[in-house]
C-alpha cells in the first residue's frame, strides 16, 4: 500500500579523551576572568562540586525508574516524589558531562562552537546546584515543583542543539582532533545525553499530565489526554503508525530535493502494538527512510518501492531458543554502560526492516558507515570534498539546524539512530548487496507491561 501519511507529532533531534589538568584549570579561570553572569562560569566553589559529583557513580537508570511513580494524573505526593527523583540524578550528569568536555584538548574545547556548549551545561548545574544543596526531597510543595519544572523546561531547550554545534566545533578543530577521537566523543557525549533528557522530559510530561496542572496544549507533553502514555512512554505504540508518519515527511524532503517521492509498502503485521518512546522511534525511522529513499531515487531507473516489515517477535519465556536479531558485536557503540533495560526480560520485541533497491553500499564504504565523521554526500553541503573528506560527516551534523531539508544521511544517520537504539537494549544491523539494495534491520526491545 502506498503511505498517506498525517504529520509527525513530535520531532526528537538529537550527543574520553585527554588533557592536561592545568589546560583545564586555565580553561575554567579563563571563564571566570570573563566577568559574564555566573549562570555562564565555575567558580572554585563550583568546581570543587563538578569534581566531586563528577566521580559519583550515576545511577543505573531503568524503565521502572521512570514509571514507577504511577500513571498520570499523579497524586500531589507522587509528583512532588518524582521531581526530588529527577533531581536527585541531574547534576550527577551534568558533572560527568562537565568533566568530559574539560578533559578535551584546550585548544578544541577553546573553540567558540565546543565554549557555547560547555557555557551551557554549566549555566545548567550552576541552576540545579541551589536546588541539590538543600536538604533531602528539597520539592516539598507544588509551587516548589512548578519552579523545578520550569528550570527543567529552560535545560531541555538549552541543550536541543547540542549535537550540530559540537559538530560544527570538531570540524574546525579538524586540525587537533583526530576523526576517530571525535566518533568517540560524541557517540559517549550523545548516549549521555539521551539519558539527560529522557529524565528531564519525562518529569516535565508528568507534570503536564497531572492534576492540578494538567494542560493538552502544554509542550512537550505528548498528547496527555491519550490514557496510554505514561509520561513520554506510549504503552501501546504502534510502530506502522510512527514509519507512515516518518515516511510521509520524508517523501516531503524527498521531493523538495529530487521532485519525486518513492512508494513505501507496509507489510508484516502493522497492527503490532508495544511499549516504547514515540520521540525515539519517530527519529530513528526518519533517518533510516531518508538513507533508502535517497539511494531509491538516484539509483536511476529503480522503480521498487521501499518495503518496511514490521515482526513482533515470539514471547521468549514460550520458546528456549528465540530468534534474536541485533547488531554484531564489531558494530555496537563503545559506550554501552548508561543502556536501559526492560521491565521484564521475557518481554518480546519487534524487529522492523526497511528494504530498498538503491543499489546497496560500496564495499570500501561499508565499515566507516557507523563513523560520525564519515559520509557518502558530496554535493548537498558545498566544501565536503578534498583533503577535510574525513569530516564530511560532521558538515551533515553541524547544518542540521538549517532547516531539515537534505536527504544527506549515510553515516550521520545510523550512528546517531544506532545509539537510539541500543540504548534500550536493541540494535540495528545493515545487510547490503551492492549493486543491488540494502536491508536494514532495526530491532527494538519490548519494556514490558506498564500497570
Known sequence: MQILATPLRHRCLPSPLRTSQAGSRLFSRSLYRTGRSSSTQLDDLDVAHVLRLARETQHPLSLADLVKHGRPPLSEQSLLSSANFTLSLLPIRLA??????????????????VEKIYRNYVHSFCTLLPWWQKPKNAIRTLEDEIRFTEVLAELVTTHTNTIPTLAQGFRECRRYISPADVTQFLDQHLRARIGTRLIAEQHIA????????????????????????????????????????????????????????????????????????????????????????????ENRGNKEPVVVTIAPEPSRKDHDDP?????????????????????????????????????????????????????????????????????????????????????????????????????????????????????????????????
Request: hydrophobic content about 35%.
Open 96 to 113: 560527568h558531562r562537565i568533566q568530559a568536555l574539560r578533559r578535551l584538548p584546550f585548544i578544541v574545547v577553546s573553540n567558540p562552537n
Open 206 to 297: 508528568l507534570h503536564y499530565s497531572s492534576q492540578p496542572h494538567f494542560d493538552p496544549a502544554a509542550s512537550p507533553t505528548p498528547c496527555p489526554e491519550h490514557p496510554s502514555y505514561v509520561g513520554v512512554i506510549d504503552t501501546a505504540l504502534r510502530p506502522a503508525d510512527i514509519v507512515m508518519s516518518c515516511a510521509d515527511f520524508v517523501a516531503e524532503i524527498c521531493e523538495l530535493r529530487y521532485g519525486v517521492r518513492p512508494q513505501v509498502v507496509i507489510n508484516g503485521d502493522p497492527d503490532t502494538t508495544f511499549a516504547f518512546i514515540p520521540m525515539h522511534l519517530e527519529y530513528i525511522v526518519t533517518e533510516l527512510l531518508k538513507n533508502s529513499f535517497r539511494a531509491s531515487v
Open 323 to 451: 530468534v534474536r536479531i541485533e547488531t554484531p558485536n564489531e558494530d555496537r557503540g563503545s559506550f554501552r554502560s548508561d543502556n536501559i533495560k526492560p521491565l521484564d526480560d521475557n518481554v518480546p520485541g519487534v524487529t522492523i526492516r526497511i528494504r530498498d533497491r538503491g543499489g546497496g553500499i560500496a564495499p570500501d564504504a561499508l565499515s566507516d558507515i557507523w563513523s560520525y565523521s564519515f559520509t557518502t554526500v558530496d554535493d548537498d553541503f558545498p566544501g565536503t570534498n578534498g583533503s577535510d573528506s574525513n569530516f564530511d560527516g560532521l558538515s551533515v551534523i553541524a547544518n542540521a539546524n538549517s532547516g531539515g531539508s537534505s536527504m544527506a544521511g549515510l553515516g550521520y544517520g545510523l550512528p546517531l539512530s544506532r545509539a537510539y537504539a541500543e540504548y534500550f537494549g536493541g540494535g540495528i544491523a545493515v545487510q547490503s548487496l551492492y549493486g543491488w539494495g540494502t536491508d536494514v534491520y532495526l530491532r527494538l526491545n519490548g519494556v514490558g507491561t506498564i500497570e
